[in-house]
């Protein structure tokens, strides 16, 4: 049987494949089972300095398993371990959005409901000019999981992310990155190496310090702006105390590029 998940390792990056190509890579428990762990082990290595979460045969991921929804089998232990069993694995998304380092993500193909939802999840996203994107959820009659609305209210609003989830058009890339959901928009042929490429870049930077950058963004949703800054000068200083920030301020007045260790 394949690997639900492949996991590749190139110069620090973490490539996280979803494999279920003959189903356009879509959402089985199974996958998310693996995927979950994936993302757990990618957060916690130190060895990790950069996600890079891409799907296999030219398709991101169409979104949850609509054939296995309907089976009676999914509603054997009611609605309360449906829900459990939802939450536990949306920790995907979860960590994705919060883990101490930066995660991409590929779009190619397509990018619905909860696949979007996870696409939507990462710091960044590069996508195909011709990759469709939609959150698909209504078409379905279901409400959305996997943070996605969360994402899309931070990232265009609320009206937008109205319009967005209650009408389910289908987006290029080109439409994703005029309201600012794609990072980058490339031409299918050169994807694969452009996703690559910006993910490898970001690996080669200072991890601790990208950590601590996507700490300030997140709380800054929810902190006032005296427990902000509170947070912010603790996270300033605690950089200024790593090997990174020396090799930083030593490469700036030798006038050559900053070898970072994450340290």
């Known amino acids: ?56 045969g030219g398709t991101f991921s169409v979104g949850g398993d609509v054939k296995s929804m309907a089976d009676p089998q999914e509603w054997q232990g009611g609605l309360e371990a449906l829900t459990d069993s939802l939450r ?54 279901l409400s959305g999981d996997f943070g996605g609305s969360y994402f899309l209210t931070k990232l265009v609003g609320s009206a937008k992310a109205r319009e967005l989830y209650l009408t389910s058009p289908v987006m290029t890339g080109e439409d994703a990155h005029a309201l600012g959901l794609a990072t980058r928009v490339v031409p299918e042929e050169a994807l694969e190496e452009e996703a690559l490429s910006f993910a490898l870049e970001l690996a ?17 949703e929810k902190l006032s702006l005296k ?10 200083s605690r950089c200024m105390a790593t ?5 930083a301020a030593s490469a700036f007045l030798e006038k050559r590029r900053a070898v970072f260790s994450a340290r």
């Open 204 to 220: 080669t930077g200072p991890t601790l310090t990208i950590g601590y950058i996507k700490a300030n963004i997140n709380i800054a």
């Open 88 to 141: 536990r694995r949306a920790r995907i998304s979860e960590l994705l959005h919060e883990m101490p380092k930066p995660t991409v993500a590929m779009i190619d193909g397509a990018a619905a409901g909860a696949g979007l939802s996870l696409a939507l999840a990462c710091d960044f996203r590069i996508a195909g000019a011709k990759a469709k994107m939609t959150t698909a959820f209504v078409r379905v009659a």
């Open 227 to 236: 427990e902000h800054l509170d947070q912010e000068s603790l996270h300033h």
């Open 1 to 56: 049987m394949n690997q639900l998940v492949i996991e590749r390792r190139e110069q620090g990056l973490l490539i996280l494949t979803m494999n279920r190509p003959e189903r356009r890579n879509a959402l089985s428990a199974e996958m998310l089972d693996a995927l979950l762990s994936a993302t757990e082990r990618a957060a916690s290595d130190r060895g990790v300095r950069a996600v890079l979460l891409k799907g296999a």
């Open 243 to 247: 090997d990174d920030h020396k090799e």
